[in-house]
Every structure is written in structure tokens, then in C-alpha cells.
């Protein structure tokens, strides 16, 4: 593992623990030419996936953009990091145990928006306009009836 400060490949492993789900091990690591430490940390992947672009372009999944494209979802949110991460771990094995190798952004974003329904109505909304690319308020209303029902009281309000 390479030195985040002096770029050095000479580190040791200090200690290393599973997180609380026991999906990810946490390894504490220091750098043994300039002492600095770090924390890495170990995931299990089943396959490489690939993503195909909606303008047909083929790019490797990034597992840190769809963290950051929750994280912008979930900002001022109450929810924590720790759920924010078994989330993503789920999407992810989702993702990996689905047979194909190859999967378009298109279901990657209907698999996230079925876990942040789940998980925050706001960011669930936030992700669709996004997503769905909102132009108009009728789009938000769409959304929000599809979000608690078209007998919602709090849908009627919105529309008078």
C-alpha cells in the first residue's frame, strides 16, 4: 500500500478489525519511511462491473461516485454515515450478484432510487429530479405521487 504523504510503498499493517456489518476490514496502517498513518479499507468484490453510459459509452463502475451522488441526496438529511454505507453495500452486492458484467446507468439509478425510497423520502426526491432531469413543478408532483399515493392529503394541498 502506498504512503498518502511521501508516496512510499514501505507500510505496515498496525491493526486490523471488521467493521460492524463485517462486510469491510479496517486496517490501520503507518508508513515506515516517513511514520505517518492511515487507515485503509478491504471490501470483497464479486466482479468487475462495467457501466453503459445512456450515450453508449462503457466506463468501470466507481463505487465512490455513487457514495457522492448519495451523500448529495442525503446532505442535511438525518440519516448516518453508518446507514449510508450499508446502503451503498447493498446497491453494490445488488449490483455484482446479478449475473452481468454489464449494466446500464439507467438501472443502476432505478436500483438507488428503490434503496433512498427506503431510506429518506426528501433524498429519494432530490435523487429523482436529478435523475429523471425536472424540468417542471408537474414533474415533482409526479414524483410525490408516486412517493405516498395518489389519495395523499398532502398531494391534494400541493395541487389547489
Do not use: W
Not at 462503457?58 to 461516485?65: E, G, S, T
Not at 434503496?115 to 409526479?142: G, I, M, P, T
Request: proline fraction near 3%.
Amino acid at each position: 500500500m502506498r504512503c498518502p504523504s511521501c508516496n512510499s510503498l514501505d507500510t505496515q499493517v498496525k491493526d486490523s478489525r471488521p467493521t460492524e456489518d463485517s462486510a469491510v476490514i479496517r486496517r490501520r496502517r503507518v508508513c515506515m519511511a516517513c511514520n505517518f498513518r492511515f487507515t485503509t479499507f478491504e471490501r470483497v468484490q464479486l466482479r468487475e462491473l462495467t457501466v453503459i453510459k445512456r450515450n453508449g459509452r462503457r466506463v468501470p463502475f466507481d463505487r465512490d461516485k455513487l457514495v457522492r451522488s448519495l451523500q448529495i441526496s442525503l446532505r442535511k438529511r438525518p440519516v448516518d454515515s453508518e446507514r449510508l454505507e450499508k446502503t451503498v453495500s447493498t446497491i453494490v452486492r445488488e449490483l455484482e450478484s446479478g449475473g452481468e458484467a454489464e449494466v446500464s446507468s439507467e438501472a443502476i439509478g432505478e436500483i438507488v432510487m428503490e434503496h433512498l425510497r427506503q431510506l429518506d423520502d426528501v433524498a429519494y426526491v432530490r435523487f429523482a429530479s436529478v435523475y429523471r432531469n425536472f424540468r417542471e413543478a408537474k414533474d415533482f408532483e409526479a414524483v410525490l405521487g408516486e412517493l405516498h399515493g395518489e389519495d395523499d392529503p398532502q398531494i391534494a394541498t400541493l395541487r389547489k
